[in-house]
């Protein structure tokens, strides 16, 4: 069984930073793409950043230049890096993880709990 374990979200105030954790966990062929969702109340999930096992990576407009993703394949985890944070970013952010169970396998979406991140004015 595949798990996603977040960490690192908390308060912060406005122009701070924070730093996410993901680590994958269970048995898997490998991990195609990992990255950060976030939900804000009343908004839907929407892409964050993430990074391929190639090290491509994509933002969203409102995130680039103030967060960073990275990855480090050996140990199957994200990272996001987010500074000069805003209230705006306040959200739940979600880990997320499309990996192949075995090497022929389809490409499956796994997703963590959940972490809070809130940014005070």
């Known amino acids: 069984q595949v798990q996603l374990v977040e960490s690192g979200g908390g308060l912060v105030q406005a122009g701070g930073s924070l730093r996410l954790s993901c680590a994958a966990s269970?048995?898997?062929?490998?991990?195609?793409?990992m990255g950060w969702y976030r939900q804000a109340p009343g908004k839907q999930r929407e892409l964050v950043a993430a990074?391929?096992?190639?090290?491509?990576?994509t933002y969203s407009d409102s995130v680039k230049g103030r967060f960073t993703v990275s990855r480090d394949n050996a140990k199957n985890t994200v990272y996001l890096q987010m500074n000069t944070l805003k209230p705006e970013d306040t959200a739940i952010y979600y880990c997320?993880?499309?990996?192949?169970?075995?090497?022929?396998?389809?490409?499956?979406?796994?997703w963590g709990q959940g972490t809070q991140v809130t940014v005070s004015s």
């Open positions: 990074v391929t096992s190639g090290g491509t990576t």
């Open positions: 997320n993880a499309e990996l192949r169970l075995v090497q022929s396998g389809p490409s499956i979406r796994y």
């Open positions: 269970g048995r898997f062929f490998t991990i195609n793409v």
